[in-house]
Every structure is written in C-alpha cells, then in structure tokens.
C-alpha cells in the first residue's frame, strides 16, 4: 500500500538559511498534519491542512510557514534557521476530520549547523 | 488543555511473554480518540492501534490489545508473545481537534 512520502530525508542547513520540505500523503487523503521530533523527545504539532485550508496551528513558529496544494501536498518552508530548528520532521496524513488515525511519513532530518 | 502521562521511561520483557505499557490522559471532553504509536530505532512512526471513546469494547490488533478505563482516563497497552522485533519506542496520542497530543514515551526493551 502506498504510503506518506517525504523528501528530502535528510537535509543539511547552515544558520539563517532557508529549508523547504515536501510531503506527499497516501492517495485520498485530504488532511496533512506536520510535526517536530527533537532527540528523545516526543513529537509536536505544528499545523495541519483540510482541503487546501489551514486547519489547526499548534507551537509553529512565525519563521515557519506552510501550505497545501491543489493535489494535497504539503510544503513546509523554513526561514532564518537556528541551530534549535535541528529535529526530526514527520508528516503524516488522514482522510477526514474526524477521528481519523494520522499516517506517518518516514521524516525529514534537518541538522542545522 | 488536553494532557497525556507515560509514566514508565523504560519497560523490559523476555522474548515470548507479555507485558503491559501505561497510559493515562486528563481531558474534559466525552468524544475522543486514543491511539497508540511504535517508533523503531528508524524513527518512523508506527500507527499500532486506535480507540474510539465511545465504544466500550477494547481494541484488538493481532498480539496487540488495549485496556481503555473512560471513567479512570486510563489506556494501556498489552503486548502478547513479545518478539524482538517489538523492541521500540511507544507513545500513547490523543486526538484533540486536528492534533495528536503525545505522551512522553516509553522504551520498550525485549530481552531474547
């Protein structure tokens, strides 16, 4: 079955650059949720997307920025990167609103330097 | 505000026995989803099993089960037949709104 994809895998950055990761969900899927994974620690919600609209924000900063395309992929772009932006960055995907359960891209690794 | 407790860092089990992982979960709200996830050493995020709040019955995949408490906002996860491949790291989520809330994990050690 087709799952989440993520690119790139991994991503190397210096400070105040600028990164932008991709997200492709499982065919069907409406809804792109994104998330931060620092070392050994769980993961926090950034923001999601319905149907091209934002639909919940979470601890995202204001250097982040997101949106969703017409053919539900999701971009997450990052500006002036810091060395605390270095963390692990799932995608993950559902169909619906409701309850759905939330797959999971295999994660971008950004290491800030 | 919707909070999520694993109060086991670290759990270990002989190959082959059982072993149940702590969950509990404060929240206001009567209609809820509950879920929990493997992340492997390869860090992907592994949907293990889900919980609706409105169902009485425990969820069951395979070797994996839960024990879903509403009234003790309480849910664990019971591992049957535990194989190394088990080994791993396991959140327990809530679904409030869009996001998942996540518990602080706990590693689970499998000891051949």
């Known amino acids: 079955a087709a799952g989440v994809i993520q690119s790139p895998r991994h991503l190397i950055k210096e400070k105040r650059e600028t990164a932008t990761l991709k997200c492709y969900p499982i065919p069907r899927h409406d809804t792109v949720y994104w998330y931060q994974q620092g070392p050994g620690q769980d993961p926090q919600f950034l923001i999601s997307?319905?149907?091209?609209?934002?639909?919940d924000k979470g601890s995202i900063p204001d250097r982040f920025s997101a949106q969703q395309f017409s053919d539900y992929h999701s971009e997450l772009n990052m500006s002036s990167l810091e060395l605390g932006d270095s963390a692990l960055y799932f995608c993950?995907?559902?169909?619906?609103?409701?309850?759905?359960?939330?797959?999971f891209g295999p994660g971008t690794r950004l290491t800030v330097t | 505000a919707q909070t999520v407790t694993q109060s086991q860092p670290e759990m270990s089990v002989q190959e082959a026995e059982t072993v149940t992982l702590s969950c509990t979960y404060d929240t206001s709200e009567s209609d809820y989803y509950l879920f929990w996830y493997k992340q492997p050493p390869s860090r992907q995020m592994i949907l293990v099993i889900r919980?609706?709040?409105?169902k009485q019955q425990n969820a069951t995949e395979n070797r994996f089960s839960v024990n879903f408490q509403k009234a003790a906002k309480s849910f664990s996860l019971k591992i049957s037949d535990s194989q190394l491949g088990d080994a791993a790291m396991y959140f327990c989520a809530y679904r409030s709104n869009y996001q998942l809330i996540w518990g602080a994990g706990t590693k689970l050690i499998i000891k051949p």
């Open positions: 997307f319905y149907e091209k609209m934002q639909s």
């Open positions: 919980q609706e709040a409105y």
């Open positions: 993950a995907s559902s169909w619906g609103l409701a309850g759905g359960e939330q797959y």
